[in-house]
C-alpha cells in the first residue's frame, strides 16, 4: 500500500487550502484498507477526491484515501445491477454508464468527486438523486472488520443526507456501491433546463445538456478554487413559508411536502446583499450565491470566516439558519462550523 509522509493535500482538495497530513494511506484492497484502520487507530479522516471538503488548520489529521478500483455488471432483462468500487471516479461512470446504453445517471453528470462518497450526501442535480437508482451499498464495518450490505432503505437516504453522515459517520468505509440501472432510456425532464426539440432523443443528448449548463453556470474548480454549493438548501415549515412570502413574494421555494418548503440558499445570500462579496482572498460567487471561492489559494479557516458572516446576515434578514453541505475538517477530524465557532 502507497503510504507517504507529511503529504501536502492543496492538490486534493478543491478548495486548494493548504494543509499538510503527517501520513496519507491509499488502499487499493479491502486487506489494505483494514492495514490503514489498524495503523491509524481510528483517529483520520476519510478522504475521497476533497470535492466536498474543507480543511481549516494548516495541520490535517491521518488520511485514509480508499482507492479500491473496477467495477462488475450483472444483466437482467430488464435492469443491470452495475457494482462499482469505491475509488471510481463519478463523473467517468456517467461517461461509461451513457456510452454502454446503461440508463439513470446521465442528469448527474459532471458531479465532481468518487464513487465512494456520492451516497454519503446522496448526490443530486437536475431532477435526479442517486437514491433513486442505488440497489445497495457495501459497507466496511470497523467494529466487525467486515463488509455488509445495506439496501436502499437502509441507507436512510434524504436530501444531501444518507445514514453515512449520521448514525453510521466515521465507523466504516463505503467499498462500493450498486446501481439498479434501466436498459431502456426514460428521460427525466423535470428541471426546466432539460427541454429538447430532437425527435430520438437520447441519454447522450441529456448528459451533454447537463455538462453545458453546469459549464455555464458553475465556476470551475481547477479555475476558481470551490466545493459546489457550500450551504444546503434550507427546508422550513409553511408557517415560516407564509410568513417569509408576504414580504418577499418574489423569492423562490419548493413545496416539499403540505408542512414543509424547501428555499434556495442562494437567492437568501444574494438578497442579504452578499453576492460578489469578496474579502482577504475569498468571496462569493458573483454569478452564484451559493459557491464560496478561494480566490487567492488561502486557509480554510478564511472560508469559515465568510460561511459564518453570510450565516448571520441570513439569520439577521431573513431569520433562517444556513446548514453547510460541505464537510469541515479540523486537525483532530470531522468538525462543524458552530464548534469551531464556540
Ligand atoms: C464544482 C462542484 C460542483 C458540485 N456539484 C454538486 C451537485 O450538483 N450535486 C451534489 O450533490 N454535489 C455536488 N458537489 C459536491 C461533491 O461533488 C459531492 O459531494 C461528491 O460526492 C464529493 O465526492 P468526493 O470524493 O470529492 O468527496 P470528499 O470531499 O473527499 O468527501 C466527502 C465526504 O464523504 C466521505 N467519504 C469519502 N469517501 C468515502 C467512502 N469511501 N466511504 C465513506 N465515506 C466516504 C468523506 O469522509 C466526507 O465526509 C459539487 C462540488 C463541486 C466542487
Known amino acids: 500500500m502507497q503510504i507517504q509522509q507529511s503529504f501536502n493535500l492543496s492538490h486534493h482538495n478543491t478548495f486548494k487550502v493548504p494543509a499538510i497530513c503527517p501520513q496519507y494511506f491509499e488502499p487499493s484492497t479491502l486487506e489494505e484498507l483494514k492495514e490503514a484502520y489498524q495503523s491509524c487507530k481510528g483517529n483520520f479522516y476519510l478522504l475521497g477526491e476533497g470535492s466536498n471538503t474543507l480543511f481549516i ?25 452495475l457494482t462499482v468500487n469505491c475509488g471510481e471516479n463519478w463523473h467517468e461512470l ?32 437536475y431532477g435526479v438523486e442517486l437514491s433513486d437508482v442505488i440497489q445497495s451499498v457495501s459497507w466496511f464495518d470497523f467494529s466487525q472488520q467486515q463488509v455488509i450490505e445495506l439496501d436502499n432503505r437502509a ?31 426514460q428521460p427525466k425532464l423535470s428541471y426546466k433546463g432539460l427541454s429538447f426539440e430532437q425527435k430520438k432523443l437520447t441519454a447522450k443528448h441529456v448528459m451533454e445538456r447537463v455538462i453545458s449548463i453546469r459549464e455555464s453556470k458553475l465556476p470551475d474548480p481547477k479555475k476558481l478554487p470551490n466545493a459546489g454549493s457550500f450551504f444546503k438548501n434550507p427546508i ?15 423569492m423562490p421555494a419548493y413545496k416539499v411536502t403540505e408542512q414543509t418548503y424547501k428555499l434556495a440558499a442562494g437567492w437568501l445570500i444574494e ?29 480554510g479557516m478564511r472560508i469559515v470566516e465568510l460561511a459564518t458572516l453570510i450565516m448571520e446576515k441570513v439569520q ?21 462550523i458552530s464548534e469551531i465557532m464556540v
Do not use: W
Not at 277 to 299: P, S, T, W
Open 57 to 81: 488548520d494548516n495541520q490535517a489529521p491521518l488520511i485514509i484515501r480508499p482507492k479500491l478500483m473496477g467495477k462488475s455488471i450483472n444483466m437482467e432483462k430488464n435492469a443491470v445491477f
Open 94 to 125: 456517467v461517461q461509461y454508464c451513457v456510452a454502454n446504453n446503461y440508463y439513470g445517471i446521465e442528469n448527474l453528470a459532471l458531479i465532481p468527486g468518487s464513487v465512494g462518497a456520492a451516497p454519503v450526501q446522496n448526490i443530486g442535480a
Open 155 to 185: 441507507c436512510e437516504f434524504g436530501y444531501r443526507d444518507s445514514i453515512f453522515k449520521q448514525s453510521l459517520q466515521g465507523k466504516g468505509v463505503i467499498v462500493s456501491v450498486t446501481l439498479k440501472l434501466a436498459r431502456e432510456f
Open 271 to 299: 438578497h442579504a446583499g452578499l453576492k460578489g462579496y469578496r474579502e482577504r482572498g475569498v468571496g462569493v460567487h458573483q454569478n452564484q450565491a451559493l459557491v464560496l471561492v478561494n480566490f487567492e489559494h488561502v486557509k
Open 316 to 336: 439577521e434578514k431573513f431569520g433562517i439558519l444556513l446548514a453547510p453541505e460541505v464537510r469541515i475538517v479540523d486537525r483532530r477530524g470531522l468538525t462543524s
Open 236 to 250: 422550513i415549515s409553511s408557517e415560516v413559508y407564509h410568513t417569509l412570502i408576504a414580504t418577499y413574494p418574489d
